[in-house]
């Protein structure tokens, strides 16, 4: 994926989001069935001039319900404020 040419403002946080949803294998979170796919993973892509602690590359988790799916340049990207993301996984 091409990183976008655009200007990202405020809060906002850019994210290409993962094929699969999170699971235990993946960050050892133990999730129910009944809550895969509402709790989402995938990579910053961009973060508006007010985010502080994310930066492009981190990895993260969010809840479905506050994103908004967007496309550019032909890459399904997701839109998201950073006060709203759970948590930035470290290695």
């Known amino acids: 994926m091409k990183t976008p040419n655009i200007d990202v403002l405020q809060d906002t946080v850019v994210i290409k989001q993962d094929k699969e949803t999170v699971s235990e294998n993946e960050f ?8 895969k796919g509402v709790y989402l993973s995938g990579t910053v892509v961009l973060v508006g001039d007010e985010v502080t602690e994310l930066k492009a590359g981190d990895r993260v988790t969010y809840h479905k ?17 950073e006060s709203r ?7």
């Open 65 to 81: 319900a506050d994103i908004r799916n967007t496309t550019i340049n032909g890459d399904e990207l997701v839109l998201i404020k």
């Open 28 to 35: 050892g979170l133990y999730l129910p069935d009944k809550l």
């Open 85 to 91: 993301i759970f948590f930035k996984i470290v290695n």
